[in-house]
Every structure is written in structure tokens, then in C-alpha cells.
């Protein structure tokens, strides 16, 4: 089954996504959040904790970005996370193997526990899924 849009989202019933016209100072906005958590997750002085949960951030900013910039926005429904990364994945063409370790990510970061966090090669392999949208 291909990724979601918002528009197979919002057919299907979800509250998640509105229309909404392309704010380019909320895309900047994005994209420079974005940025800083980036480099909290490349700082290798950070817990491992803390830099899963800044790598998921700046994904997650990038998508509200990619969302944004094709006239869509989010609201706080419940499973506004998880349809937004699935929605930005869509557009941006990448593979449901990448989506799903991204949400393996999101599913670590937003438990907030350390009995979340992967083996050490699990771990590698959704640290570069996650690095591999901000790093050139």
C-alpha cells in the first residue's frame, strides 16, 4: 500500500490536516527548528535519549515544512504525528521501508522512555534513516 496523502487522510475521515495557504515565514520557521535539533542530534555529548529525540524533531519540523509548502497544516487531532511524518514521506517519494523506521523513531521519541531505545545496530540503522533528511 503506497504512503498517505492528506488528501487520503482528510477522504478517509481524519481531523488531522487542513487546507491552508503556503506561509513561507512558518516554512523558514520550520526549517531553522528544524536545523538547531539537528545539531543536538549530531552532538555527540548529548545522551542517546536526547538525540533521538532531537533527530525525530527535526524530521518532524521538516515535515510540518513539506506539509506547509504544498497547503496543508496540522492540527492537534490525535495521530497528527504519525500522519503528518506518513503524509511528508509521500510527497517527498521516499520508501515505506524508510516511513517505517521513522516511525519506529517517532514511537521511541514520543514514549520518553530508555526502555524504548533500540540495540546498538538497531539503533545505527534509524539513526541514519533519521540523518539521512538533514545531513547533505
Known sequence: MPL?????????????????PVNL?????????????AKDALNQDNSTSTRLGAAYD???????????SRGWRCTAAD???VQALEAACSYIGVTQSV????????????????ACL???A???????????????
Open 4 to 20: 498517505r496523502k492528506p488528501e487520503d487522510f482528510v477522504a478517509g475521515g481524519s481531523k488531522v490536516f487542513r487546507k491552508a
Open 25 to 37: 515565514e512558518s516554512m523558514r520557521g520550520w526549517v531553522l527548528i528544524s536545523r538547531d535539533k
Open 58 to 68: 527535526s524530521v518532524l519540523n521538516l515535515s510540518l515544512a513539506v506539509l506547509s
Open 79 to 81: 495521530g497528527h504525528h
Open 99 to 114: 516511513f517505517d523506521q521513522m516511525d519506529a523513531v517517532r514511537v521511541c521519541a514520543t514514549v520518553n522512555t530508555m
Open 118 to 120: 533500540p540495540a546498538k
Open 122 to 136: 538497531t539503533w545505527r540503522l534509524r539513526w541514519h534513516a533519521c540523518s539521512a533528511w538533514f545531513l547533505p
